[in-house]
């Protein structure tokens, strides 16, 4: 089996784009075959320098780096289209040389003209001879057009009076009418092929066996069928597969790349830096995602087990995957159910693991602690993040002193009368002999009844003094991370400023 991504550099890698290379890869992966990835850039007008290696970045960071594509070897090659412009020609010229295409000369102007009079026109059956190429020119005129080296192109001739059926294996069976179809471009002007003609021509010569891709090409795909038909390689036609669209979290209509910024999450793999700033954005390996959380949550979006299972490894996911069980209808984009596996995959995931990626976190606020302490932060703060940014957002403590007090609270809890005894057990806990949670809980309970308080006379104030804010890890384990010093520093600190909130 081999099966290729086929994405147009023409920008950053939508989200939906990052799912069709994931089910190829998955069905690839489960029959043991070769997932290749192909560069569709014959549009030089859409042409964005930098997407490819977007392209392969994002794929390496999901873990789904192709085997075979440019700049991964493979004997399919070259797998940019635009370095394999002569096999586009060749069988270009077969198709002309059999009678299934033919020349057109019709200027720009000319098509332009022909739809301002008729917005519905299309260039097929029905217009064909009323329009200049080379099923209504004499021959000479035409050799010599092209001789003089006239602006041309090259049409699919498509046969009249004929259903192209196709099984897709989401939809079943697909069907058109020939005169719904128009004479595509098989060839530009420029000497580039059309993505039609490209696409066929490689899925052919890549020995291509499936295709899976995005919704938008189904009906492209009767053109490539009548492609197939007419180079004569219809015995050799890939099954097809045509992926439902990815909806709005709102449900109403396709996510768009602007969906992002309108939401507030991202919906791109990686940030993308674009010419404007409409044109720029935020990634999901930015936004704080583990790829493994990313590829599950996208696996889901679109395919379903079958079982009641969420959780999925990559193993997992190529043994349990299958063509059968993708969705027929569009999928909401759940932004918050893409943060619940991204939870559950930080709750699991080995220390080592995170603490690769939360040191990057916390280095880009200028700390670089050791990797004891790193640990055991991150086992503290592991169960309250929901993002890799939320190691930082909701555990800066653990780096810096409180930037403010949760004034709130502290009206609330702060009894200034209560200072002096506060002071006093502050004092007693710089004292205690083995500075761990354990000892630091037995002393504090050994004051609260000595003093007749309560527990929640005493920790509020604290959490409090040491964090800021009420929430946080278990307090006691949180004050033996940061130390005797530093928690001594910042109660006495606190219940001074508490006195002037009060
Ligand atoms: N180049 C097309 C794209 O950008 C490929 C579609 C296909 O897989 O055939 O999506």
Do not use: C
């Given at each position: 089996?081999r ?10 890698l ?7 290379a ?36 994002a ?12 700049g ?31 020349y ?23 217009a ?21 080296g ?13 259903t ?11 069907s ?27 899925d ?20 490539h ?11 050799q ?29 991202p919906?791109f ?50 043994a349990?995957f ?6 027929k ?30 040191r ?9 602690p ?7 932060f ?25 930037r ?19 002071d ?6 710089h ?10 809980k ?9 003093r ?17 804010t ?11 991370l940061?130390?005797?010093?530093e ?9 001074v ?6």
């Amino acid at each position: 089996m081999r099966l290729r991504f086929a994405p147009s550099p023409t920008g950053a890698l939508h989200i939906g784009g990052v799912r069709t290379a994931l089910y190829n890869y998955l069905l690839a992966k489960k029959h043991g075959g070769a997932f290749i990835l192909r560069i569709e850039d014959t549009d030089q007008g859409r042409f964005v320098p930098g997407a490819e290696d977007y392209i392969k970045e994002a794929l390496e960071w999901f873990g789904l780096a192709p085997d075979e594509g440019p700049g991964y070897g493979g004997a399919h090659g070259p797998y940019r289209q635009s370095e394999r412009k002569a096999l586009y020609h060749k069988y270009t010229a077969q198709l002309v040389e059999n009678g299934r295409a033919y020349y057109a000369f019709d200027t720009p102007e000319e098509l332009a003209a022909q739809r301002e009079e008729n917005p519905a026109f299309k260039y097929d059956a029905g217009a064909r001879m009323r329009m200049k190429n080379s099923l209504t020119l004499a021959e000479e005129e035409v050799g010599r057009r092209i001789k003089e080296g006239e602006a041309h192109v090259v049409r699919l001739k498509v046969p009249t009076g004929e259903t192209v059926s196709f099984r897709d294996q989401v939809r079943g069976q697909v069907s058109f009418d020939s005169y719904e179809l128009d004479d595509k471009v098989l060839l530009k002007a420029d000497g580039m092929p059309t993505y039609h003609m490209a696409n066929v021509v490689d899925d052919y010569l890549m020995e291509i066996t499936h295709v899976i891709r995005g919704e938008e090409w189904l009906s492209s795909t009767a053109h490539h069928v009548l492609l197939y038909q007419a180079l004569g390689w219809e015995g050799q036609m890939p099954e097809f597969a045509h992926l439902p669209l990815i909806l709005r979290p709102d449900g109403k209509g396709k996510l768009s790349k602007r969906d992002g910024a309108r939401f507030g999450f991202p919906v791109f793999p990686l940030s993308w830096e674009g010419k404007t700033e409409e044109d720029s954005f935020t990634g999901m390996r930015e936004f704080g995602f583990l790829p493994e959380a990313a590829l599950n949550f996208l696996a889901l979006l679109g395919w379903n087990p079958g079982t009641e299972q969420e959780i999925f490894s990559r193993e997992e996911l190529v043994a349990a995957f299958s063509v059968e069980r993708i969705n027929k209808s569009g999928t909401r984009f759940d932004i918050d159910k893409a943060k619940w596996f991204n939870q559950q995959y930080i709750i699991k995931a080995d220390t080592d693991y995170l603490l690769e990626r939360v040191r990057p976190v916390i280095a880009a606020h200028g700390y670089e602690p050791g990797d004891a302490f790193l640990k055991a932060f991150i086992e503290l703060m592991r169960e309250r993040a929901v993002t890799l940014d939320d190691f930082w957002e909701n555990g800066y403590f653990f780096f810096e002193e409180p930037r403010a007090y949760d004034e709130k609270m502290v009206r609330k809890r702060w009894d200034p009368e209560r200072k002096g005894l506060f002071d006093e057990l502050a004092g007693q806990l710089h004292l205690v002999n083995n500075y761990t949670a354990g000892s630091i809980k037995a002393q504090t309970e050994a004051f609260i009844d000595e003093r007749g308080l309560k527990f929640g006379d005493v920790l509020p104030i604290l959490r409090l003094g040491v964090a800021g804010t009420m929430k946080g890890p278990a307090i006691f384990e949180m004050m033996e991370l940061l130390g005797r010093e530093e928690v001594d520093r910042r109660l006495r600190k606190a219940f001074v400023q508490f006195n002037e909130l009060k």
